[in-house]
């Protein structure tokens, strides 16, 4: 595989390396250890997936105290599509960071089936970051010294599915991206690199998956195929945690609306979730 450019290395750091975990890709569906965060979603327990109990994260900026969330109460079930809904700032992309482990709250408690992160080793993290949650970024956060096939293709690695031939090729297939596999990031429009992403995400099969704005950059018609490949991962028992426009939450089993980093409003869309196909903006 190609050297990875500085810019792919800064990105890489979103999933930290460890060197003790080659080949760990069962880990997190194997038998759990107890303690461990290396099975944190076992089927047949009646607590939430994923629960925030009094969360705020708050940054400097200068000499400035920046409030992201405050207070957060959350509890979000195994297999919901859930839309977070908000304005720019409202805190919807800490959310997200905060629920996949990509940082820390400054006060409060986050819970993944029972095991608090915040008391979690590194490497438990590590694990938890590369086989259990999938993040789709607002900047795509491709390699791009790496095709899109690449790309890809690195995700199962780092998922633990390397083994897996074909599936990368099969993934961008699926997002109508089949005939761009051997190309590069600069050499693919701004909605051809997000659909990318997607595919490497959806990919890696992991339980969580994270989308910030997902069909931001997509036109209509190829925003619908994603919303309904997004949401068919649900079917397959995958959370999907989607920031995004009010049309789309109508889709939502659940919608969770921010404003100035507080929940002001938490429940299913008026009138109960439509199909994705159904929807328009």
Known sequence: MREIGAQARVSATLIP?????RGAGA?????PRSGALTQPFAAGTA???IELRGVS???LLGSTRVTALKDVDLRIGRSEFVVVLGPSGSG???????VGALDTPSAGSIVVAGRELGSASRGELARFRRHAVSF???TFNLFPGLTALENVQFGLDVAGRRTERGLAAETLRRVGLGARLAHFPHELSGGEQQRVAIARALATGNPVLLADEPTGELDFVTGIEILELLHAQVGRGATVVVTHNREIARAADRVIELSNGRVIA???PPGGPVA???LHW
Do not use: C, H, M
């Open 27 to 31: 880990d997190l569906r194997a038998a």
């Open 92 to 98: 919807k992309t800490t959310l997200l960071n905060l």
């Open 57 to 59: 994260r708050e940054y």
């Open 276 to 278: 994705v196909k159904t």
């Open 136 to 138: 789709i970024f607002q």
């Open 266 to 268: 938490d429940g299913s």
């Open 47 to 49: 607590e939430p997936l």
């Open 17 to 21: 390396p460890n060197p003790d975990e």
